[in-house]
């Protein structure tokens, strides 16, 4: 089995800074990827960070310049480390992994159970 579990979120004024953790674990063979996700209350669950296995990342648009995704790969660990944040970032922002487990063929994606981040104005 595997775990993913988020630590980090919580209540900040607009323009401060908040960093979240995600760790798996478990019968883990290799990670090819992890990212995070985020969803505000009728919207769509939409990509936020994504860090590859060889460290190259992808961003949204709309938190580039502002957040920073990296990664632990002894402690199977991701961060992102989010500044500036605004009102719009308020969510709950899930970890997201793909994860091939020990004596599996393929890597499937496997999701944290969340964390609320939200920005007061």
């Known amino acids: 089995q595997v775990q993913l579990v988020e630590s980090g979120g919580g209540l900040v004024q607009a323009g401060g800074s908040l960093r979240l953790s995600c760790a798996a674990s478990?019968?883990?063979?290799?990670?090819?990827?992890m990212g995070w996700y985020r969803q505000a209350p009728g919207k769509q669950r939409e990509l936020v960070a994504a860090?590859?296995?060889?460290?190259?990342?992808n961003y949204a648009d709309s938190v580039k310049g502002r957040f920073a995704i990296s990664k632990d790969n002894p402690k199977n660990t991701v961060y992102l480390q989010m500044n500036s944040l605004k009102p719009e970032d308020t969510a709950v922002y899930y970890c997201?992994?793909?994860?091939?487990?020990?004596?599996?063929?393929?890597?499937?994606?496997?999701w944290g159970q969340g964390t609320q981040v939200t920005v007061s104005s």
């Open positions: 997201n992994a793909a994860i091939r487990q020990i004596g599996a063929s393929y890597a499937y994606d496997y």
């Open positions: 860090i590859t296995s060889g460290g190259r990342t």
């Open positions: 478990g019968t883990i063979f290799s990670i090819n990827a």
